[in-house]
């Protein structure tokens, strides 16, 4: 713990344990919320068959980014997420969508 704290810039363990329950919470909102966001846009098993679920799990992406900057700025931790999400969005070649 102690290496991760350091290589995220942490203080305390209980800002360790408050980042860990805002990516639990993330993960698991993130997923129950993909199945209503699949049926608002119409997309269901019936029509899409096997490509049901690599679908459903493209729009858990972008609903998780969200929900993790969200849930982590009612946890009081935005800048923490604020800067994880940036790091890993540029990680994954959207540096772009940020001006520096």
């Given at each position: 713990m102690k290496g991760l704290k350091q290589r995220w810039g942490l203080t305390s363990n209980w800002q360790l344990a408050v980042i860990f329950v805002v990516f639990a919470i993330t993960g698991s909102a993130s997923a129950y919320l993909s199945k209503p966001f699949c049926m608002w846009l119409g997309i269901g098993k019936e029509e899409l068959?096997?490509?049901?679920t690599p679908i459903r799990l493209l729009l858990i992406f972008p609903i998780y980014q969200v929900l993790l900057v969200a849930i982590g700025f009612l946890f009081g931790q935005f800048k923490?997420?604020?800067?994880?999400?940036?790091k890993m969005l540029k990680g994954?070649?959207?540096?772009?969508l940020f001006k520096e």
């Open positions: 068959g096997h490509w049901y923490f997420f604020w800067a994880f999400e940036k994954m070649g959207l540096g772009f």
